[in-house]
Antibody
Framework: EVQLVESGGGLVQPGGSLRLSCAAS????????MNWVRQAPGKGLEWVSY????????YYADSVKGRFTISRDNAKNSLYLQMNSLRAEDTAVYYC????????????WGQGTTVTVSS | DIQMTQSPSSLSASVGDRVTITCRAS??????LAWFQQKPGKAPKSLIY???SLQSGVPSKFSGSGSGTDFTLTISSLQPEDFATYYC?????????FGQGTKVEIK
């Protein structure tokens, strides 16, 4: 079964850091591009970051550029999001999502992990 | 950035109704358009990719159409399990962007 499982969320103070992980199983992780998408409480979906299958190409939303870093370890079938200088507006559920090629877009999502930035 | 605008933002419908949601892109995106369904407290579920292709396992009551800037999602006969929020999303170019969502509620 194709599965993505996020972890690492929690409560952090403004200005703090957190590292999210996404564990992939049931497919050849190294062959797929990946995204992080977030959803603030009661709000819509917001794309956060993209990484190519090899890790050589990376994109960020302007709202997180310079503060967040996406990475992956294909040997460990894992995707990461290092979040620094966190702000209250970063409070959200963070999802990792698999990209099934340029034609099919995001096809599989994890269950999400909650990040709360508050003092 | 490409802006995605959905309408309506919410709608009330009855079981068995045919429902149509529209999505407009601020510039042409060819057919790089996906639709997602999200239920409260759950992750989004992919329904349609490439504007009109059903993801594996998605029932045929869901259909999508459009190209360029104007797209639609249609649910042919609304069932209790279809009451949810639906999002369109363009993947023509980064940053990928979503519509604001359409909440489908029970009348």
């Amino acid at each position: 079964e194709v599965q993505l499982v996020e972890s690492g969320g929690g409560l952090v103070q403004p200005g703090g850091s957190l590292r999210l992980s996404c564990a992939a199983s049931g497919f050849t992780f190294s062959s797929y591009e990946m995204n992080w998408v977030r959803q603030a409480p009661g709000k819509g979906l917001e794309w956060v970051s993209y990484i190519s299958s090899s890790g050589s190409t990376i994109y960020y939303a302007d709202s997180v550029k310079g503060r967040f870093t996406i990475s992956r370890d294909n040997a460990k079938n894992s995707l990461y999001l290092q979040m620094n200088s966190l702000r209250a507006e970063d409070t959200a559920v963070y999802y990792c999502a698999r990209v099934e090629g340029i034609v099919r877009g995001m096809d599989v999502w994890g269950q999400g992990t909650t990040v709360t930035v508050s003092s | 950035d490409i802006q995605m605008t959905q309408s309506p933002s919410s709608l009330s419908a009855s079981v068995g109704d045919r429902v149509t949601i529209t999505c407009r892109a601020s510039q042409g995106i060819s057919n790089y358009l996906a639709w997602f369904q999200q239920k409260p407290g759950k992750a989004p579920k992919s329904l349609i990719y490439a504007a009109s292709s059903l993801q594996s396992g998605v029932p045929s009551k869901f259909s999508g159409s459009g190209s360029g800037t104007d797209f639609t999602l249609t649910i042919s006969s609304l069932q209790p399990e279809d009451f949810a929020t639906y999002y369109c999303q363009q993947y023509n170019s980064y940053p990928w962007t979503f519509g604001q969502g359409t909440k489908v509620e029970i009348k």
